[in-house]
């Protein structure tokens, strides 16, 4: 069956393998970018594809696209919220201007997309909502705390999403890619190094800053494949809440699960002693 997906930031990086995994598939695709030109640049011309311009901070232009979308092609069943980019730097080096900038793309702009959709899912009590997060939403990493806090953001806003969704037929995933080979280490394009410099910090921040740069075209995941993917999790009757995705994350996941059950179980005695005396 034909869907209608609807895939943010698809000129570059994921979102171009997201869009050609559902077209080839033979979905309809709203792809949208900044610049809309890119995305037919990055898709090409397709009567299956609507590109349109889209700053995922801007609500009123949220709601215009999905209105677009409806005009175009009659439906939303499929939304994946993808655009992002990656604020990177140790927390004192990264100025509040860029927290709260990093905030309002990775964070508040799913939030504007998802809020401007959620109407047209509810009509059709039907449609899956995606929301790509990060292993930086599962596991805390160096150099990573603006980012991070974006990604964990949004794992609990779709944890609880889902309760509000279910009884309407729209199902939610949460996705969690590892290290795979996409844009997003692409200085100035999608990262953007800390503004502020303190000397305490100068050695580490200019060595980790090599060590990123080193890695981008080197990751291992192939974002083809976590597109196919995502078709295939679309078509379940039962799609996943969550969807670890590569094995370096499944590995950090489970070394995490396991260092958790491993504190609960050494201060079990102290956390479950915390009800008042009287009660």
């Given at each position: ?14 979102g171009?393998?997201l869009?050609k ?12 970018a900044?610049?809309a030109?890119k995305?037919?640049?990055a898709?090409g ?8 311009s ?9 709601v ?7 005009e175009?092609?009659g ?12 604020y990177?730097?140790y ?13 309002e793309t990775?964070f508040?702009?799913?939030l504007?997309?998802t809020?401007?959709i ?7 009590r039907?449609?899956h909502?995606f929301?790509?997060t ?8 160096e150099?990573?705390?603006?980012y ?18 279910e009884p ?15 844009e997003?280490l ?11 410099s ?6 580490r921040?200019t060595?980790t ?12 995941g192939?974002?083809?494949?976590l597109g ?6 679309a ?14 994350v ?8 396991r ?7 050494a201060h ?12």
């Amino acid at each position: 069956m034909s869907n209608v997906w609807f895939i943010t930031g698809a000129a570059r990086g994921m979102g171009v393998d997201l869009a050609k995994a559902a077209l080839h598939a033979g979905h309809r695709v709203v792809g949208t970018a900044r610049d809309a030109a890119k995305v037919t640049a990055a898709l090409g011309e397709h009567e299956n594809l609507l590109a349109l311009s889209l700053d995922v901070t801007d609500a009123e232009a949220s709601v215009a696209a999905a209105q677009a979308a409806v005009e175009r092609f009659g439906s939303i069943d499929v939304l994946v919220n993808n655009a992002g980019n990656f604020y990177a730097g140790y927390f004192e080096e990264i100025s509040d201007r860029q927290m709260r900038q990093q905030m309002e793309t990775n964070f508040f702009g799913p939030l504007n997309v998802t809020r401007a959709i959620l109407p047209v899912m509810r009509q059709q009590r039907s449609g899956h909502v995606f929301t790509i997060t990060s292993a930086a939403g599962l596991i805390g990493q160096e150099f990573c705390a603006a980012y991070a806090a974006t990604k964990f953001a949004l794992e609990g806003w779709m944890e609880s999403l889902r309760y509000d969704l279910e009884p309407f037929g729209i199902h939610t995933t949460i996705v969690e890619p590892g290290f795979f080979r996409t844009e997003l280490l692409v200085e100035g394009a999608s990262s953007i190094w800390p503004e502020l410099s303190i000397e305490d910090y100068q050695e580490r921040t200019t060595a980790t800053i090599a060590a990123w740069k080193s890695m981008n075209g080197q990751q291992g995941g192939d974002p083809a494949k976590l597109g196919a993917a995502l078709v295939t999790l679309a078509a379940l009757e039962t799609p996943p809440l969550r969807f670890v995705a590569g094995a370096d994350v499944v590995a950090g996941a489970e070394d995490k699960a396991r260092l958790l059950l491993a504190q609960v179980e050494a201060h079990r005695e102290l956390s479950s002693d915390m009800a008042l005396e009287n009660a």
